[in-house]
């Protein structure tokens, strides 16, 4: 499987990059749903799997975090000479301009995809933007350091994507935070 996947990275390495991010953010997605939500759903409250809300997820995996991730890394290597210090410069780069914009992108066109006003979008990003980017700051430059220093840059956009999993369940988390788990009255054939 493995050397499946390195020939596909080798033929089509946007593509490869793309797909793998979309299945992540989905499967992070539908984890946080499945194992978190449901299990803290309240009394009297009803939990249902939202599969569009996987699939909006995984979109933004594909069509915004593979590309863009493609390119940023491209990017770096190019910009940033190599040397002992290069890693870290790439980090604070990374931490510096793709952390605020993987997060007002998310909260953007999650709001966008799931048919919020501006105004909703606007109150989310005022609400979650800067938390979520402070976490990120606490997560994200361990994975990166590891992945600039010992990733090469093929296969950095999977290892990104590893740590996105995780990071994409938190994602989850904090974009649907508010949303209630509405009581439903019993049906009269229970």
Known sequence: MWAAYRTLLERRPLATKALTAGAIMGLGDAMQQLVIERTHTPAGGVWRY??????????????????????WFAILDKVV????????????????IIGPLVCFSFFSLMGLMEGQSPAQIENKLKNHF???????????????????????LPLR?????LGQFGWSMYLSHQAHKDVDHVPVPASRDE
């Open 130 to 152: 800067w938390p979520t980017l402070v976490m990120n700051w606490k997560v994200w430059p361990a994975i990166q350091l590891a992945n600039f220093y010992l990733v090469p």
């Open 157 to 161: 956009v999977l290892w990104a994507n």
């Open 81 to 96: 000479p190599a040397s002992k210090v290069g890693p870290l410069v790439k980090v604070g780069l990374d931490q510096a």
């Open 50 to 71: 939202d599969a569009l809300r996987t699939a909006r997820q995984g979109a933004f995996g594909v069509f915004f975090i593979g590309p863009v991730m493609h390119k």
